[in-house]
């Protein structure tokens, strides 16, 4: 008798807990480090989250009907033990008329979320795109994200900047996925569903960031090796701080006479294969753009916090911070690490 | 009308065969050759729940190196090799084995036939299916090939295109992952054809279509269905094969090639193969609720008409595992509406199991333990199922922790629920002994605790934004606390296995005797011997309605009075 007891009460606290949780991941406001699909601060995501709210709503009822009913019949019709009854129970075959019920009603259901659900598809992917929204391309690499602003000649990578929308002043941003290698996913639960980066296979979506700050994401389709370390920050500024960082972004690599060495090692090394500073030599385009790499605030796709012995040691042996990362150690002598890593610590 | 006693009395010789002496080599030799069903089902199963022991503790591997942030106990390369591994063991060496380990053993049996219609093509079916898991396990050693790069396939078990091309993953474990899938798939076709022959064509006197027991016609929608599933799964693999040897460029996207195909032919196999799993554990539920409830199932026609239902509608659902890869809005809402049809059917079986519940004097032995957690975790996995339907949520919780939460609740909370329940309720029959009840409580209950620690627990860690096939995570996430209580629950699941291993090894040889019929059950099976002898029935049985043995034990209200 107790463990079905046990059994219905584990069963209503599950149910309890469920509903009690959810309201609780949603009070929270602006950028989270939880990147909950409850806390949404952009448009999209805001969206689904009270579509998702409803649906809850309704699969919450259905469980709680087709789930109690459950949790009586066990209850109520179990075998009490009492043996001075043989006799087997009635034996029912059916009842048209109860089955016929129990398809209608649930016909009426799908019909129901199915219409909700398309209008929000709708809704959401056939969007007009106003014109002053502005555009970037995101191209997906194993293991980090390139982002370049065609209408601005930016280009830069692992942290998307993307200025405030208000509702005075809506300002979406429409962002074009590709990927250089393999299929990735571009995923910031806060502003927006996910949608992936497919080689051959160009998409879109959009984001209308309500609030500023940083917000967290990752790749979100299995990539490789190092799928878990390719981290997305994206950060919402204001229309002065976008400004001011757009003007950054658009100026030529800084040229400092006191780095000239570290400089010259890395037009020398293999360095510039892979890697472009815009106004050197270096044009390569299989790694991140580091012209403004002091910019940033994290490395290796967002792996480790961009100070200077992080640098140096992600320079010296990447595999340290992101084993099987596509980018290999050099073997540079400890002079030539100590001169590059000094060359990139200046390029603001 | 049935007018004769059971067990049928006749010339076989009913010694079971551990009387009679044998050298280990000749048992042996006759297990290696046989071409009994039963003899194979009791293979597949024990094959099965092998690999159902090897891919556990990859999961728990997995759930070790994810219980704390940052942790180091797996590399990522072979944390990568564990999740592929992980699922494909899974889904194609332990639920198709075991499944069709179960249609072997029991539908000739339900059916009053003596073998299944085609005994050597069975015989084959297994031997294939079990070289293809040798074959794709043999990659920890032969995969890394000339390069010395990785060994394991470590590419999902979807596989997605283009990784797998020669270009992403070098070495030889992509092919065995591939050729292994083909060489598991011949087999699971040659058993699909047999189970559908045996049924159409080896019924006893009386058992027309309507009167085969519920299991039989879900194991006929089961097969059907995997014949026309595994096909596109085998054609993409030769593709595949042809891609990495012979330079074709069907996915090869630097050449032109998509990507996005090889995802519809995987997920046009991939989410009919949920039912080809799920289905058989509707069937096993349609025979143990009925029998522990001790009434007739309610509503067998509606319950034959949902079976098929779901496996057509199934045919038409698969892209809803891609509503993230940017379909126009049309196709995603043509995805949207099939998907949330199968909640129909399926509901109606959960009415009509709850409605042949209600009513009855529900005996809770192990058998009806496993499956009324069935229902009510096929339930919520149901009801997850309709979240992620909802195409603009879906794309919050694809490849979130949701989402391996949602199929963790219809693979192990519905399916291996079910087949646990199924074990417990057959294993008197194949072996003539019972599994220990005290045993079977413990494992039950442990099982019960440990899965919903860990599967409700992972729902919640994908709402907050985790993705799936990640080797680790950053600190200040907030996920942290929620993964040791996931792999906590994970290490409970695996305790409880381990106690149903020690069942099935002590119960075997020292379990209660179990006697022909000790579930006073009603289908036929229970009519033969435990263990039935070679070619089961003496001579053949004769049916007059869907429960032979009600019909017999109540000769006053049989049921043949009311069908």
């Known amino acids: 008798m107790d463990r079905e007891w046990l059994r219905t009460i584990l069963r209503t606290g599950t149910a309890i807990l469920f509903f009690l949780l959810l309201p609780a991941f949603a009070f929270a406001d602006g950028p989270q480090p939880v990147p909950s699909i409850f806390a949404p601060a952009s448009t999209p995501a805001s969206d689904i989250y009270s579509l998702s709210l409803f649906v809850l709503a309704i699969t919450g009822g259905i469980f709680v009907v087709v789930g109690g009913l459950l949790a009586y019949v066990i209850v109520r019709y179990r075998d009490k033990g009492d043996d001075s009854d043989k006799r087997e129970p009635a034996q029912i075959y059916g009842s048209t008329q109860i089955e016929l019920a129990w398809t209608v009603i649930p016909i009426l259901i799908v019909v129901v979320l199915f219409l909700t659900t398309a209008r929000m598809i709708f809704a959401i992917q056939d969007a007009p795109k106003p014109p002053d929204a502005l555009d970037v391309t995101v191209v997906g690499h194993q293991f980090w994200w390139e982002f370049r602003y065609p209408k601005l000649g930016i280009v830069t990578a692992n942290e998307l900047h993307v200025p405030l929308s208000t509702n005075k002043d809506p300002l979406p941003t429409y962002l074009k996925l590709y990927s250089a290698d393999v299929d990735h996913s571009f995923w910031v639960p806060q502003l927006a569903g996910k949608t992936d980066l497919i080689p051959n296979h160009p998409n879109i979506t959009w984001i209308e960031p309500k609030s500023t700050g940083l917000y967290l994401g990752q790749c979100a389709q299995f990539c490789g090796v190092e799928h878990a370390e390719m981290l997305l920050r994206v950060y919402v500024d204001t229309p002065e701080q976008f400004a001011a960082w757009v003007k950054n972004q658009q100026q030529p690599a800084v040229e400092d006479p006191q780095v000239a060495a570290g400089r010259q090692v890395f037009e020398t090394e293999s360095c510039m294969n892979c890697h472009t500073i815009r106004g050197t030599a270096a044009t390569g385009r299989f790694g991140p753009d580091l012209t403004h790499l002091m910019s940033r605030s994290t490395i290796a796709s967002g792996a480790v916090p961009n100070s200077e012995a992080n640098l140096r040691q992600w320079i010296k042996d990447p595999d340290s911070f992101k084993p099987g990362c596509l980018m290999p150690a050099m073997q540079l002598t400890n002079q030539q690490l100590d001169e590059v890593t000094a060359y990139l610590e200046t390029l603001k | ?563």
């Open chain 2, 1 to 563: 009308m049935a007018d004769r006693t059971f067990p049928i009395e006749g010339t076989l010789d009913l010694t079971p065969a551990h009387v009679h002496e044998h050298t280990w080599l000749e048992v042996l030799h006759e297990w290696v050759t046989t071409v009994d069903h039963k003899k194979l089902g009791i293979m597949y199963v024990l094959y099965g729940f092998f690999f159902l022991l090897v891919g556990g503790a990859e999961a728990l591997a997995i759930r070790v190196q994810l219980a704390e942030p940052n942790n180091h106990f797996l590399s990522p390369e072979v944390y990568n090799r564990f999740f592929t591994m992980h699922g494909t063991t899974m889904v194609f060496l332990v639920g198709m084995t075991i499944i069709f380990g179960f249609a072997n053993y029991l539908v000739p049996l339900m059916i009053g036939a003596r073998d299944m219609a085609f005994p050597r093509l069975n015989a084959f079916s297994f031997w294939m299916t079990a070289f293809g898991g040798l074959m794709l396990y043999y990659s920890f050693l032969g995969g890394s090939g000339l390069y010395g790069v990785g060994n394991a396939p470590d590419v999902g078990w979807f596989a997605y295109a283009p990784l797998t091309a020669r270009a992403f993953s070098p070495g030889n474990a992509t092919d065995y992952w591939a050729l292994a899938l083909i060489v598991t798939g011949v087999g699971t076709v040659g058993t699909a054809i047999n189970v559908i022959a045996t049924a159409l064509s080896m019924r006893c006197k009386g058992m027309t279509l309507m009167r085969m027991p519920l299991f039989v016609w879900l194991s006929v929608v089961t097969s059907g269905l995997t014949l026309v599933t595994i096909t596109p799964l085998t054609a993409a693999q030769i593709m595949l094969v042809i891609d990495r040897y012979l330079g074709g460029h069907f996915f090869d996207t630097q050449a032109g090639g998509s990507a996005v195909i090889w995802m519809h032919f995987f997920w046009i196999f991939g989410h009919p193969e949920v039912y080809v799993l799920v289905l058989p554990a509707f069937a096993i539920a349609n025979e143990i609720i009925p029998v522990f409830s001790r009434k007739a199932i309610f509503g067998y026609p509606a319950m034959v008409a949902a079976s098929v239902g779901i496996a057509f509608v199934s045919l038409g659902v698969w892209a809803h595992h891609m509503f993230t890869i940017g379909m126009t809005s049309v196709s995603n809402a043509f995805f949207v509406l099939s998907t949330m049809l199968v909640g129909i059917p399926t509901g109606i079986k959960i009415f009509n199991w709850v409605a042949t519940m209600w009513g009855g004097k529900i005996r809770f032995a192990t058998p009806m333990l496993f499956l009324t957690a069935f229902v009510f975790q096929f339930l919520l996995a149901g009801l997850t199922g309709i979240m992620l339907a909802v195409a603009p949520w879906d794309w919050q919780l694809h490849n979130s922790y949701f989402v391996i939460a949602h199929f963790h609740y219809v693979l192990v909370g519905a399916i291996l629920f079910a087949i646990f329940g199924g074990l417990y309720y057959w294993f008197p029959k194949a072996t003539g002994r019972m599994l220990n009840e005290t045993l079977g409580k413990w494992n039950f209950w442990l099982f019960f605790i440990g899965f919903h620690v860990t599967f409700d627990t992972m729902h919640f860690v994908g709402m907050l934004g985790m993705p799936r096939s990640i080797y680790t995570y950053e600190a200040d996430r907030g996920w942290g606390h929620l993964n040791l209580i996931v792999s906590i629950g994970a290490f409970i699941q695996g305790i409880s296995v381990l106690i149903f291993t020690t069942n099935l090894l002590w119960s075997a040889f020292r379990g209660k005797v179990a006697g022909n019929d000790p579930w006073d059950a009603w289908t036929l099976e229970w009519a033969a011997a435990s263990p039935p002898p070679v070619y089961n029935f003496p001579t053949e049985p004769s049916v007059s309605s869907r429960r032979p043995l009600w019909d017999l034990k109540h000769p006053e209200d049989p049921d043949w009075k009311y069908e």
